[in-house]
């Protein structure tokens, strides 16, 4: 093994849960559901509920609550950002609290509150998926979500195909990034010194190998696909067979009440 | 200058469930001037321990000392100019348009004058026996050239220990031997080099001293001449066939390498 080589964030927790052994279809309409509904919740106390039950589906889920913790943090400066933003510029309602040339007005509170939350939440949500969910899976399930549009001519399985393929090459990337950044920094290389354009051109000894590997990682994929007898998805088979059950269905149901208890509150 | 590591323990990921131990309580030295070869199976932590010569890698507990002081209190650019570490297919790293140019990246970052960039880059490349590939742009060289360019690249530091991850891996026979070759010259002029690979034979041919690594800790060390007769598992071919001839003709000695093993045999039966 290389040195160094571990797991990134964001990415598939094998764990023995409920949430874990559910239709992978199931799991994706209840995200999606529950990201619609995010967007129609409009009080924090809802916020707070869908965050609440988010919480309950993490204790079930068995995934460390610590990866999603490590997921959030770069999103939460995001998010800080965002919402001072509302908090500063915002000029509506009365004045809470002042600070130097900004006043706090409530209606800003209000807005980078909702905001705050609401992406934390949809981020939340989406990690859980991913967390909870195989990536060989995910993509079935999305193949089949869209294959009704097959009809109309629409790539169904060579989109899911491109989907798991970038999915599958996230660590291999990963990994051949930490590599040569340690490569690089063996020779003198500094990535974290200097002005900006300074840690732009440290990149530049970085960024070449990685792509031109990533050229021949792709053609050497293609041909190993190819030699194999790939040849699209007609015709093709799945050697295993996604079946939607009465525990999906009614997994679909809570998602679907989550949002919609946090939009009545 | 004397690399030596005490206690050292390396765990990647630590406490979420892709925790690895890679090393577990490594303690060894790299001495002035010798030759150390690092044996031992894919996964037995020889890469993990390689990039601990020059902190790299932080040990999760455990210390790394050049010349009795504790390396983390070296600045590291120092540090890594001082251990020139090339890892596993260094190749892949090539990133300038020339192989001139690739070389004189570690020297720049040195921050050297010009002059002083160009005469370490020639002479990198001499050593490598490179010099008239200076020009030519590194995608049009072969596997063998480009390895021998990624290495000048580091060589270029001038390090005094050069640490090299499996130099020889996916070569050709001829590549290989240049690159031994290249190793012999180096500790003629006094560089310390380690030598980290699974290919036993070519470890005893240029090797002072051996260490061989299982599961991550230092399974045994000494000379190839007390690893390999101590274990005969362990040894090349060579030296297995020259165990056995023992047996019978106990003044054969105890070769190592396939030179001393002919020689040897030469000698024993008077040709």
Redesign the interface.
């Given at each position: 093994?290389?040195?160094?080589?571990?797991?990134g964030t964001g990415q598939f927790?094998?764990?023995d849960s409920p949430l874990h052994a559910l239709d992978p279809r199931a799991k994706i309409l209840a995200v999606a559901a529950l990201v619609v509904g995010l967007f129609l919740v409009d009080s924090v106390a809802g916020f707070l509920a869908v965050g609440a039950a988010l919480l309950c589906l993490v204790q079930v889920s068995r995934v460390?609550p610590?990866?999603f913790l490590r997921l959030l943090r770069p999103v939460a400066v995001i998010v800080a950002f965002t919402a001072l933003f509302q908090v500063a510029f915002v000029r509506e309602g009365e004045v809470v609290f002042g600070l130097w040339v900004f006043q706090a007005h409530s209606e800003g509170l209000r807005l980078a509150a909702h905001l705050a939350l609401r992406i934390l939440l949809l981020v939340a949500a989406a990690a859980l998926l991913t967390a909870t969910t195989p990536p060989l899976s995910l993509s079935d399930g999305i193949e089949d979500l869209l294959s009704p549009l097959k009809r109309f001519r629409f790539p169904a399985h060579e989109i899911a195909m491109m989907m798991t393929i970038a999915l599958r090459f996230i660590p291999t990337l990963h990994e051949?990034a930490r590599?040569?950044i340690?490569?690089?920094?063996?020779?003198?290389?500094?990535f974290t010194e200097g002005g900006l354009i300074q840690r732009v051109r440290a990149l530049?000894?970085?960024l070449?190998?990685l792509t031109?590997?990533a050229f021949r990682r792709a053609d050497e994929l293609a041909e190993a696909m190819e030699s194999r007898g790939y040849r699209g998805g007609e015709g093709r088979t799945r050697y295993r067979e996604l079946s939607f059950r009465g525990r999906d269905a009614t997994a679909l149901c809570i998602a679907v009440l989550i949002p919609v208890g946090g939009i009545l509150l | 200058m004397r690399i030596s590591l005490e206690d050292v323990w390396h765990v990647y990921s630590p406490g979420t469930a892709f925790e690895t131990v890679a090393l577990r309580g490594v303690s060894l030295s790299v001495e002035p001037g010798e030759v150390l070869g690092i044996v031992g199976g894919t996964g037995s932590g020889k890469s993990t321990l390689a990039a601990h010569l020059n902190l790299l890698l932080r040990p999760t507990s455990g210390r790394v000392l050049v010349d009795g002081r504790d390396a983390l209190a070296l600045r590291k650019s120092e540090l890594r100019r001082r251990v020139g570490l090339v890892f596993q297919f260094p190749e892949q790293a090539l990133f300038a348009p020339s192989v001139e140019e690739d070389v004189a990246f570690a020297p720049r970052q040195m921050g050297l004058g010009p002059e002083a960039v160009e005469e370490r880059t020639a002479a990198a490349l001499g050593v490598l026996g490179i010099a008239h590939l200076a020009r030519r742009p590194t995608r049009a060289l072969s596997g063998g050239e480009q390895r021998r360019a990624a290495i000048a690249g580091t060589l270029a530091m001038r390090p005094q220990v050069l640490v090299l991850d499996e130099p020889t891996a996916g070569l050709d026979p001829f590549s290989r031997r240049e690159l031994l070759g290249v190793v012999r010259r180096l500790r003629e002029e006094g560089t310390s080099v380690v030598l980290v690979s699974h290919d036993l034979d070519e470890v005893a041919e240029v090797s002072d001293r051996l260490c061989v690594m299982e599961g991550g800790a230092v399974r045994a060390e000494g000379t190839p001449e007390e690893v390999f007769y101590g274990e005969l598992a362990l040894a090349p071919t060579t030296v297995r066939v020259a165990a056995r001839v023992r047996e019978s003709a106990p003044g054969l000695g105890r070769p190592v390498s396939y030179d001393e093993t002919l020689r040897s045999l030469r000698a024993l039966i008077g040709g």
């Open positions: 093994m290389a040195p160094g080589a571990g797991r927790y094998p764990a460390p610590s990866t051949e590599k040569i340690m490569a690089q920094a063996a020779r003198g290389a500094d530049v000894p970085v070449v190998p031109v590997g | -």
